[in-house]
């Protein structure tokens, strides 16, 4: 009988210290950001993850799309691929592992730190990246805004 | 317009490929020179790759042969099982201007007769006109197949090797030539269509022995052919037929003519011609068609294919081939199997010779033959990947095959005699290999 209160015990302190960690933890969002002159005000998860995945090269508007990746083995993105598709970062790099070693497609060039990520948005109109959340006054006033949200734990 | 007449049309055409080879394998290796330099001439080139270091149990039998596919020396794999699927590839790719870029890979891997240019899979420009046409010349990956065009980078799938009963048998893996893209879709699905010819060309070990007449040299032209591909979310269908041309037989071919051409043979066996004449591949054409999909929802992975080989003459590979896969990432693992199917079930409808121990002795020869085109086998595959760092994956597989009565295209036997027939009874094998996979 002792045995099975120690066990019950240790059961819910386990389930609370997941639930505790995942409180604290929280959920955030890891932010598609565009520049302002591409005239898009959202997109819908479907068309982020199209553009991120090389099977659509424009924007809905119809204007050319060029998509830039955080560093290969980071933590964004990591969270950001798998909050956008559901699927592991290591299926996500088979997949363009297929893509690319095809010759059919290039993945999204990688842009070293977020200063490089925010400089690229702000000048291109092309250009759709990813970043941790971010103020969006602060972003607009670097001529960038937010068009999607991607919740990660 | 006939196949011979698309192959006059294509010879000048083919020579400019050559070129465009070379020059984009030269590329490659000047980069390596170039790549620290400042302000090379190489900038925003993309020098990337892939590689697999693996271990198979090759050897483990004295009967039999593991092989990844026809184009390894069956001697070579089964004393160094590290050979079986172990590559290195390299791949460079230029954006010249807005809508042009350049494409070239090169690929280090045991093969019969190797040679640098056998080497490189991929050197070719592409024009991407607009979002739906782009247009390619050079040398290309032949992409019938789900896998066929990636299936030297063992990172991107999960499987230690495509499935031996669908992909092993198939002799060419690049072209020379032309291909035309047109795709179109929204951010829902896209629908893509392709065509292409080119030629293509290479040697084959057929059966166990390294020698002239088991290493065989094939050669195609034209080869074309034209397939779809219909993508939304998760699902990809894809359907494709492309059909070649052989331009010249075998050296094994070349050999049986000139036995049944002298007249101790043909004189009493009149019969001996006609069989020759039907092993006969110059001219000859093979036809590939096939239907697969993939579907991966969530953590899940279902794939499989179906394709059916027709040829013109009656040594050549034969049947329909199909194989279905189930998988399921947890974490970092994902585990899979698989069953994979070949059906042959053709029968050497010649009479026997006259009683004469020769003829007897050469016709046993002729009927054995058709054991090295012959693949009447299945495979039940279990296995696990392990991506246990960023783009490096590990994977363990065995592999439990059975081998029908004289299915000897593939998998040869060593108990190859010099003259008769190999004799191999319906028999089951099992092998297990392992691999770590990377790309960079």
Known sequence: MNKIKTLAILFLVITSVETWADEAGGTHSIQVIVSSQSELTSLSRKQVMSLFLGRARSFPNGGVA????????????????????????????????????????????VLESMAEILKEVSQNKSAIAYVQEQDPDELAQKNIIVVHAVDTH | MTDRMLDRCFRPFSKFCNLLQWFTFLLLLGFWQHATAESSPFDDWELTGFGTLGYAESGKYDD?????????????????????????????????????????????????????????????????????????????????????????????????????????????????????????????????FEAFIGKTKATVNIGYNDDDTSNNYVKSAPIYGAGVTWEKDELTLRAYIARFRFTQNTNAINRLMDTVNNPLVYVPWPESIEIANDYSIENQKVTYSSIGFSWTPGPWLVQGEVSNVTSTFFGSYDGQRAYFQLGHRFGEFLPHMGYSYSWDERDFPYDPPPPDPQLLGLYALLKDNMSS??????????????????????????????????????????????????????????????TFDWVF
Request: proline residues 3%.
């Open chain 1, 66 to 109: 060029k998509a830039f990746d955080n560093e290969i083995g980071s933590t964004i993105r990591e969270q950001f691929f798998e909050g956008l598709t559901g699927k592991s970062i290591s299926d996500i790099d088979a997949y363009w592992a297929r893509l690319r070693y095809s010759g059919r497609a290039s993945p999204p060039k």
């Open chain 2, 373 to 434: 085109g012959l693949i009447d086998q299945s495979s039940m595959t279990v296995g696990v990947r392990w991506d246990f760092a960023t783009q490096k994956a590990l994977k363990l597989q065995c592999d439990f095959a059975t081998l029908d009565d004289n299915s000897l295209g593939i998998y040869p036997t060593q108990d190859t005699p010099e003259l008769g027939t190999r004799n191999w009874k319906k028999s089951s094998r099992s092998w297990c290999s392992t």
């Open chain 2, 64 to 192: 039999l042969v593991l092989k990844r596919n026809i184009t390894q020396r069956s001697k070579k794999i089964e004393d160094h099982g590290w050979l079986v699927d172990s590559k290195l590839g390299f791949q460079v790719r230029k954006e010249l201007k807005p809508h042009w870029d350049v494409v070239g890979q090169i690929v280090a891997q045991e093969k019969v007769s190797n040679s640098i240019e056998k080497s490189i899979e991929m050197a070719f420009l592409r024009y991407q006109s607009d979002e739906m046409w782009s247009f390619q010349l050079g040398r290309m990956v032949l992409d019938t197949f789900l896998l066929s065009d990636h299936r030297n980078v063992g990172y991107s799938y999960h499987s230690v090797r495509p499935q031996t009963e669908f992909y092993a048998w198939i002799p060419y893996s690049h072209y020379d030539g032309m291909k035309t893209i047109f795709e179109f879709g929204d951010f829902d699905s896209s629908l893509r």
